[in-house]
C-alpha cells in the first residue's frame, strides 16, 4: 500500500486536468522530473567507502594547509561579531564607525557592485543614531549581549516595524499603519525610546525575532535584505524588486485614468527585476588589489589592520583600494556584465568604455548566482555589510546561499524561534535563522537570539551557558522540541560524553558520534564536492578526535530519501495556495487600479494580465490584484498547490506526499543516539550528528545579456534539485548548518567552486552541531 501511495505521488503529472494553467502543469511536471531523476542518482558512490572508512587516509595538518597558497575566496579576512565585539568594548572603535563602515559597503555594493542585495538600505543618520543608542550603553558599561552595535540585516519577509520592505504581497492594512506610524523616532528599532514612542511601537507590525535582535540584544539595523519573492526560488532571480526601486510597493497601481503606461511600468519591473548577484567574484578581483597596499601587508596586527580599515572607509572605497585606476577599471567591468539588454533599462551604465567592451564580450560572464531564497542574506555577509542577517529556511533557504557565497547558514530545530511576523509560505516548513561569516560567529547569534546567553555582558572570556527555556515562546513546537526533558537529555549525553574514556583530552570532538549515511551519497556527486566530504570526515576524525559511524541503508533508507524532493514541493506548493489565498486586494495584498489593467488586453505581451469577461467585479479584483503582485514562480506554485488539494487529487498526491515526510523523518531519527536513550535502548550503532554535502551543484553563472537565457550553465528545471540534500532535513525538522570547506591545495579553483558541507542533529542538539561545525570552519 505504501508503495502504491509513491507511486501515485511519482505519475501525478498523468492526472492534470487540461484546464488547469500552464504553470500548474510545468511545476508538477518539475516535480516528477526531479523524483525520477532522485531515483536514478540515489546510488551509492563508488568512492564513498574513503568516506566511511577515514582510516585508510591520514588527514593533512592544519598547519601544512595553512602554509599552502591562499585560494582565492578570502573569507578569512571577514570581520568577526567577537572582534567587532572587543574593539568596542575596549573602545578602540565606536559602534558609529563599525556602522557607517558597513553601510558604505553596502552602498557601495548596491551602486557600484550592483548586488541587488538590499530591498531598503537605511538612511545613514538612522543607523547613526541607534549606533549611539549602542555606544552609549557600552560606554557606560550596561551593553545589552554580545550582538550590542552590532551591525546586522534582516530578510524582507520578516516585519521590522516601520522599515518593513516585504516584496510586492505585504498587508496593505499593515502598510497604512506603517505610514501613519513613521515618524522620526527609533522605537520598533533601537531599543531605548520615551514612552510616545513604545506607544507608537506597540502599533506597528514586528515580528517577535526583530524584537529579539534589535531591543533585546540592541543589534543596529542596516537594511531589509532581497530575497526570492515569498521564499520561492533557490537562485535569487525571482525577487521582482530591489533598493534601486523606490516608494511604496504596495501603493495603488495606477492612476485611475485608463492609462496602461503605469501599470505596464510596474509589470515590467516586476518581470524584469534584476537577480541577486553572488560577490565571490568581485570579492576575489578586490582582495587581489587590496593585497597591493602596503598597509595590508606589513600590518601583522588584526585588531590594528580593521581599526585603521573602519576608520578611512568612504562611500566610494570602502575595501581601502590604493590604485584608484585599477578599481574603476573593475567598476567598469562590472557595468558591463551587470546591465541587462531589455526596454525598461536605464542608461545608467552606458558611459562605460567602448574599447573595455570588446575585451569583456570575448570571455564568459563573471556573474554568478548567489543561490536562494535568503539570497540577501548571504550576500550582505558574503561583502562585509552585515555580520549577522536573519533569514528563513523552508527546503534549504538558509543553507544553500550560505554554500555558494561561502558563508555560514543556521537553520535550528524547527519552531525554536517564534514565526510571529514572518510572511508565511510553508507553515510547516518555514524555520527563522541566520546567516553569518564563521561558526563563531553563529555560535555568538545562537546564543545572543535563543536566550541561553548567559556570559557576562562585561567579560569576553566567561563562557558559561546554560539550557534555553523556551516555555515564554509564542510557537508550542518550541516547547515540545525544547521542553525540560529534552534538555536533562542532552545534559546527560554530554555527561556521558565526558565520562566515557578517550585516549587523547586534547581532541575537541573526543566521544563525539559522526555519522555518513549511505543514502546521501549520490553517484553524480562531483568530484571536487566528494573530495571535500571526504577531507572533512578525516578532519573530524584525525584532528577532533570524533568517531565516523557509516550509517547502512537499514537505518536510512535511500528508498524513502528519493522521494523526499517530490514530496517536498507537494507539501510546500499545498501550504503555500493555502497561505496565499489571503492576498484577495482587499485588506492583504496590493491594491491596483482595475482601470489602467483593464486596457492592457489591447497592449501586445500583456493580454494575460487582463481577467476572464465572465468574471464578478470582485472576482475581477482579486484576479488582477493576484496577476500583478504574484510573480511567475509563485503562480506556478499556487496553481499546482490548489491541484494537489483538489476533492480528486487530495488522498493519492497530498496525504502520499504526508506519508514520505512522516517516513523521512522516522528514518533519519533512528539513527542519532538521542533517540536510543530516550527508548532505553543501546546507542552504540547511534550517532550524534550527521555530515553531508550542502548542495551537488555549484553556482550556476548569470549573464543579463542572455535575456530571459541567463542562467548559462543550468537548466531552470534543474534548480528544482538544488535542495536536494537540504529538503530531507527540513522535512524532519531536524537543526541543520552549512559550513564552507576551503581546499587550500587546490590552486587550479575558481571562485564558483565553493563547497559547503552540512551538519545536522536530533531536535534541540543545536549544541553539539555548533561544535562539530566549529571544528570543519577552524580547520579549513
Known amino acids: 500500500m505504501m508503495m502504491r501511495h509513491c507511486q501515485l505521488l511519482q505519475s501525478s503529472i498523468r492526472s492534470v486536468n487540461h484546464h488547469h494553467h500552464r504553470h500548474c ?53 571577514r570581520l568577526t561579531i567577537s572582534r567587532a565585539a572587543h574593539l568596542l568594548n575596549s573602545l578602540q572603535l565606536s559602534s558609529q564607525q563599525l556602522c557607517q563602515h558597513a553601510h558604505n559597503l553596502a552602498t557601495f555594493g548596491e551602486h557600484s557592485l550592483h548586488l ?34 552590532i551591525p546586522v540585516t534582516v530578510k524582507a519577509n520578516v516585519a521590522v516595524g516601520r522599515w518593513w520592505m516585504m516584496p510586492s504581497s505585504s498587508s496593505a492594512i499593515l502598510m497604512e499603519e506603517r505610514d501613519n506610524n513613521d515618524t522620526n523616532g527609533t522605537a520598533t528599532i533601537g531599543g531605548d525610546c520615551n514612552n510616545n514612542d ?80 553572488n560577490p565571490l567574484p568581485w570579492m576575489h578581483r578586490l582582495s587581489m588589489l587590496q593585497s597591493q597596499n602596503q598597509h595590508y601587508n606589513n600590518n601583522d596586527d588584526p585588531d590594528q589592520y580593521w581599526i585603521e580599515q573602519i576608520q578611512n572607509s568612504t562611500v566610494q572605497n570602502p575595501h581601502g583600494i590604493s590604485d584608484e585606476d585599477a578599481l574603476e577599471e573593475l567598476l567598469d567591468e562590472v557595468r558591463y556584465w551587470t546591465q541587462q539588454q531589455t526596454h525598461h533599462d536605464d542608461d545608467n551604465s552606458t558611459n562605460t568604455k567602448a574599447s573595455s567592451h570588446d575585451d569583456y564580450s570575448a570571455t564568459t560572464s563573471p556573474l554568478l548566482s548567489s ?91 566567561d563562557d558559561e551557558r546554560s539550557c534555553v527555556d ?44 559522526i555519522g555518513i549515511p549511505n543514502a546521501f551519497s549520490l553517484h553524480e556527486t562531483p568530484p571536487l564536492i566528494a573530495n571535500a566530504w571526504s577531507a572533512a570526515a578525516n578532519t573530524l576524525q584525525n584532528i577532533g578526535g570524533a568517531t565516523l559511524v557509516p550509517i547502512p541503508e537499514s537505518v536510512v533508507s535511500s528508498e524513502w530519501i528519493k522521494l523526499s524532493c517530490a514530496a517536498y514541493y507537494v507539501l510546500a506548493c499545498a501550504e503555500a495556495s493555502s497561505n496565499l489565498s489571503r492576498y484577495d486586494g482587499v485588506r492583504f495584498g496590493l491594491d491596483v487600479d482595475l482601470n489602467d489593467f ?12 487582463h481577467p476572464l469577461s465572465n468574471m464578478t467585479a470582485l472576482e475581477e479584483k482579486i484576479s488582477t490584484t493576484r496577476v500583478s503582485g504574484f510573480g511567475d514562480e509563485v503562480q506556478r506554485r499556487v496553481l499546482a498547490g490548489t491541484s494537489v488539494l483538489s476533492s480528486d487529487r487530495f488522498h493519492t498526491h497530498y496525504e502520499a506526499a504526508a506519508v514520505v515526510r512522516a517516513k523521512v523523518s522516522q528514518s533519519i531519527e533512528r539513527a542519532f543516539r538521542s533517540t536510543a536513550i530516550n527508548n532505553g535502548g543501546v546507542d552504540d550503532d547511534k550517532v550524534d550528528v550527521m555530515l553531508v554535502p550542502t548542495a551537488l551543484s555549484f553556482p550556476c553563472t548569470l549573464n543579463p545579456h542572455l535575456g530571459d537565457r541567463m542562467m548559462e550553465d543550468m537548466d531552470p528545471t534543474a534548480a528544482f534539485g538544488n535542495d536536494v540534500m537540504t529538503i530531507p532535513i527540513s522535512l524532519g525538522g531536524f537543526p541543520s548548518i552549512s559550513v564552507p570547506h576551503d581546499n ?9 567552486d565553493v563547497v559547503g558541507l552540512q551538519v545536522f542533529g536530533m531536535r534541540g542538539s543545536e549544541d553539539i552541531v555548533l561544535q562539530v561545525a566549529n571544528a570543519i570552519n577552524s580547520s579549513s
Open 598 to 609: 483593464a486596457n492592457l488586453d489591447n497592449v501586445q505581451g500583456y493580454e494575460e494580465y
Open 198 to 277: 513604545i506607544e507608537e511601537a506597540e502599533e506597528v507590525y514586528e515580528s517577535d525575532i526583530a524584537k529579539k535582535l534589535l531591543k533585546e540584544c540592541g543589534a543596529v539595523l542596516i537594511g531589509i535584505t532581497n530575497m526570492d519573492e515569498f521564499g520561492m526560488g533557490s537562485l535569487g532571480l525571482n525577487s521582482g524588486i530591489s533598493s534601486q526601486d523606490s516608494g511604496n510597493h504596495n501603493h495603488v497601481i495606477g492612476s485611475s485614468n485608463g492609462d496602461s503606461k503605469q501599470a505596464q511600468l510596474y509589470l515590467d519591473k516586476k518581470r524584469y527585476a534584476n537577480p541577486i548577484y
Open 371 to 461: 543561490g536562494g531564497s535568503s539570497s540577501g542574506a548571504a550576500v550582505t555577509i558574503a561583502h562585509g555589510s552585515s555580520l549577522l542577517s536573519i533569514g528563513t529556511d523552508t527546503g534549504g533557504s538558509l543553507r544553500l546561499p550560505a554554500a555558494w557565497t561561502s558563508t555560514v547558514g543556521f537553520k535550528p530545530t524547527y519552531g525554536t524561534f517564534s514565526r510571529y511576523g514572518v510572511v508565511s509560505y510553508a507553515s510547516s516548513l518555514d524555520t527563522v535563522g541566520f546567516v553569518t561569516g564563521s561558526v563563531e560567529c553563529a555560535r555568538i547569534g545562537w546564543d545572543c537570539l535563543s536566550g541561553s546567553d548567559r556570559r557576562s555582558k562585561s567579560n569576553d572570556d
Open 744 to 752: 587550500n591545495d587546490n590552486l587550479d579553483r575558481r571562485e564558483k
Open 25 to 77: 502543469r510545468q511545476l508538477l511536471s518539475i516535480t516528477i522530473r526531479s523524483c525520477a531523476s532522485s531515483n536514478n542518482l540515489i546510488q551509492k558512490h563508488p568512492h564513498c567507502k574513503a568516506i566511511h572508512i577515514a582510516k585508510q587516509q591520514q588527514c593533512r595538518s592544519i598547519t601544512n594547509q595553512q602554509a599552502s597558497p591562499s585560494p582565492p575566496i578570502q573569507h578569512h579576512q
Open 470 to 513: 523556551f516555555n515564554k515562546s509564542r510557537d508550542a513546537t518550541a516547547r515540545v522540541y525544547h521542553d525540560d526533558r529534552s534538555c536533562e537529555l542532552l545534559t546527560s549525553q554530554q555527561h556521558q560524553q565526558q565520562e566515557q574514556p578517550t585516549t587523547d583530552t586534547t581532541k575537541p570532538l573526543a566521544n563525539i558520534r
Open 116 to 149: 541587488n542585495a538590499y530591498v531598503k538600505l537605511l538612511p545613514l543618520d538612522d543607523v547613526l543614531q541607534q549606533a549611539q543608542l549602542s555606544q552609549d550603553r557600552i560606554t557606560n558599561g550596561q551593553r545589552k549581549s554580545w550582538l550590542d552595535g
